[in-house]
């Protein structure tokens, strides 16, 4: 156990349906980042939060969207989904910005979604 | 921005040694990271160079040239285990660390 919660661990829905992930990052943890990785392919950075508020955004869709609540755990929306969609979303979580470079990451173990 | 290349896959038979080698280009540099991921898993952490020369992990050793934009990750002893794909990666801006990866090698070990 990583310590990095994500529930569920696999979704099947249809197209142009709506989704919501879920990450718990590990204890003292303030940052919270998304990743979507297709079939073997590489992890593409979606969006990062620290201590509630959105820092960094990549190649995120317009039909996606994110936010860290109070206790720090963050969701991921995934609306009008499309079969392009279907991939693994990892949610990863790191201490504050000046203790976490040797550390690195901690990734939970993920959400494997398939739309059909 | 960033872009990483790796080789995409590598294979070695166990008991050998094999290098996984990443160049990069990235618009500031604030160290290489190297993780592990097994088919289906969660990528983990392995190592991380914020200074020229190498770092050593057990049976894992890592690489950075700044000079040369270029890293590498060395394991020895290579086990059936390590059969997995290992990513290099580097930090997007010094303030809030958001890593930017690499497509990643593949290392198959056969016995």
């Known amino acids: 156990d990583s310590g990095v919660t994500q529930t569920p661990k696999h979704l099947i829905t249809a197209t142009g349906q709506r989704v919501t992930l879920r990450c718990s990052p590990r204890?003292?943890?303030?940052?919270v980042y998304w990743y979507q990785q297709s079939l073997d392919q590489g992890l593409q950075f979606l969006i990062q939060y620290y201590n509630g508020e959105e820092r960094a955004k990549g190649n995120i869709l317009e039909r996606f969207s994110a936010q860290q609540f109070p206790d720090l755990h963050s969701e991921l929306n995934l609306s009008s989904l499309e079969l392009g969609d279907s991939a693994l979303y990892f949610c990863?979580?790191?201490?504050?910005?000046?203790?976490?470079?040797?550390?690195?990451?901690?990734f939970g173990s993920g959400t494997r979604l398939t739309v059909v | 921005g960033q872009s990483l290349e790796q080789p995409s896959e590598v294979t070695a038979v166990e008991g050998a040694i094999v290098q996984i080698n990443c160049t990069y280009q990235t618009s500031g540099f604030y160290g290489l990271s190297w993780y592990q991921q097994h088919d289906g898993g969660a990528p983990t952490f392995l190592s991380y160079n914020a200074l020229d020369g190498l770092e050593e992990t057990g049976r894992f050793s890592s690489f950075l040239s700044r000079s040369d934009s270029y890293g590498y990750l060395l394991l020895q002893e290579l086990q059936m285990k390590d059969s997995a794909s290992y990513f290099c990666?580097?930090?997007?801006?010094?303030?809030?660390?958001?890593?930017?990866f690499g497509t990643g090698t593949r290392l198959l070990v056969s016995p």
């Open positions: 990666a580097v930090r997007d801006g010094g303030g809030f660390q958001k890593l930017v």
């Open positions: 204890s003292g943890d303030l940052s």
């Open positions: 990863a979580s790191s201490p504050s910005s000046s203790e976490g470079k040797r550390d690195g990451y901690t």
